[in-house]
């Protein structure tokens, strides 16, 4: 449906107008918010880097259920930059996609009631200490995997939130693989715990990729427009290529029987997520969906005072420099 209205709306565009921009992405250009731009190219990074910034916010709320429970006061105090770190992000991204002239009230009311999506992986609980080693290793690896490749995407604000963000996941990643080094070398209880996180945080990590190329609908169009760099079982391949070992040196066993390497295609050969489970999580079916949107709605329904308390002071300025004039 998205892709077809994304057709027709070019077919609506000058022609001209809609070449000399696709020589511009070509050539490597980047795109800036005042730029002419299709349509259909400001509709779908609206739709990508608010569904990322919603996913950066919802992302906290996992985390978060961890910061009061860590083992140690370093640990609470490492988990707590990363989820401010995680805050930071979704505002960089909020402001990426105001200069495609949608404000961030919209996009919050549009992930409230629905209209738009977070990140499958959120939608998944965190039962364990082991579960924070899980989300920094295997969440922010598989966000860094996809995320790097974006910092050369070719709308120029996008590009260079992603820079920044990038710097701050490699922290990300490097913490989570920390605490399941710890827990692996641990006590067998521990071992145990940090398994069974690997176990139940795989294939929803797999899944963070999207849907199969043939599946996906919006890969094709957006390769073109160089809003995304790579396809999404590119990325999931070099995921896979990149975390069995790492996996291998923490003595844990991926979750899954099939998976070897394979000499002649030199990559690992893996099984594939299991997709009912993806759509219906999508559809609003996860473990957690219900509770991360109800988290949302409080945190907004209880901040409106703020909201109307700051906007009430910023009329009274306005209308102080006006009288003043
Ligand atoms: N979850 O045509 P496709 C983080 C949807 S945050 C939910 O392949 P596209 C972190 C897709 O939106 C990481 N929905 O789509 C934060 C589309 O539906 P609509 C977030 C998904 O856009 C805190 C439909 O499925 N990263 O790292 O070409 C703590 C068809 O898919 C998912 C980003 O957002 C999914 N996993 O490709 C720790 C990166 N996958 O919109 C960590 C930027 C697909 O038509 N985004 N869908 O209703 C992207 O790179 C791309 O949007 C995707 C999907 C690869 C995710």
Redesign the pocket.
Known sequence: M?AQMIKSEASREDPEKLAAFQTRIDAGEKIEPKDWMPQGYRKTLI??IG??AH??IV??LP?GNWITRAPTLERKAILLAKVQD?AG?GLYLYCAAETLGVSRDELTEMLLDGRM??????NYPTLTWADMGA?GWL??G??IM??VP?QRTSFGPYSRAMIRICKE?SF?QRQGYDIMMKMAQGTRAQKRMAQDALNRFWYPSL?????SDK?????EQ?MAWKI?MNT?DELRQKFVDQTVPQAEYLGLTVPDPDLKWNEETGHYDFSQPDWSEFFDV?KGNGPCNRERLAARNKAWDDGKWVRDGLLAHAEKKAARKVAAE
């Open positions: 998205y739709r990508q569904q990322h996913s950066e992302g906290q985390e995680e992000h999506k977070y990140s499958s992986i959120f989300v969440v922010d598989a966000a996809n995320q974006l996941e990300h899944m963070m990729f999207g849907p599946e996906s609908v919006h890969s957006s995304k999404n999508l």
